[in-house]
């Protein structure tokens, strides 16, 4: 199973970029990275997901070198409401749940 | 649309009696999973299934039994609780194909085990 490593905590401000790196070392050929958000007393929710080099949806970017062992989600323009837990996930499409959620970095945007 | 469908949502137990937390989705995936999270930790793995009929087990499957008769409803039991199972526990459902890694998550249930 492929690990992956985040910082812990970030504190950012409205209206900055928030780039959040995830590092995974040990990443398979087959395997994608997958990034979710959770807010307190709820479960978690998709942001986006990503095989290689940059994903875009409405939300946030997701950028990955050509050696796939790290990944970096993008927040552009965070406000207050983006505080919550994001969590970096790697796993493949085989026949299993061989992805793992990990502590995940806890983002508090301030004022 | 209701997605995915947990209760109950808060439930208090005494040490050794059993009982199941309900999970239904109405989006026809064909996985679901169940996980359980303690305060402050990230998200644990218990039991999954990829389809009707099919259940495998996560990182912490002690003490928990799942079963999937159906593709709507994966029940997780929980045989004899104990404190240590006081969490809150969480359902997902992901669709197979590329999209099997874009989990969509209950509401969740809280669990406190006296």
């Known amino acids: 199973l492929a690990k992956t490593t985040q910082p812990i905590s970030m504190d950012s401000y409205e209206g900055q970029e928030v780039n959040i790196t995830c590092s995974h070392n040990n990443i398979a050929t087959n395997d994608y990275i997958t990034w979710y958000q959770q807010f307190p007393s709820q479960g978690p929710r998709f942001i986006i997901q990503?095989?290689?080099t940059k994903v875009t949806n409405e939300v946030a970017s997701l950028f990955i070198p050509a050696d796939r062992k790290s990944s970096t989600l993008s927040l552009p323009r965070v406000s207050l409401s983006d505080t919550a837990v994001y969590y970096c996930?790697?796993?493949?499409?085989?026949?299993?749940?061989?992805?793992?959620f990990g502590a995940g970095t806890r983002l508090t945007v301030k004022p | 649309n209701a997605g995915v469908t947990q209760t109950p949502k808060f439930q208090v137990l005494k040490t050794g009696q059993s009982m199941t937390l309900q999970c239904a989705q109405d989006?026809?995936?064909?996985?679901m999973s169940w996980y359980r999270q303690d305060p402050g930790m990230g998200l644990r793995l218990i039991h999954y299934s990829v389809g009707a009929g099919i259940t495998d087990q996560g990182e912490v499957p002690n003490g928990y039994n799942v079963s999937r008769s159906t593709t709507e409803d994966f029940p997780l039991r929980l045989l004899s609780a104990a404190p240590s199972q006081t969490s809150v526990y969480f359902c997902?459902?992901?669709?197979?194909?590329?999209?099997?890694?874009?989990?969509?998550f209950g509401a969740g249930t809280r669990l406190s085990v006296l």
């Open positions: 997902a459902s992901s669709p197979s194909g590329v999209a099997k890694n874009i989990q969509y």
């Open positions: 990503g095989y290689k």
């Open positions: 996930l790697v796993g493949g499409l085989n026949n299993n749940n061989d992805m793992r």
């Open positions: 989006m026809n995936h064909e996985y």
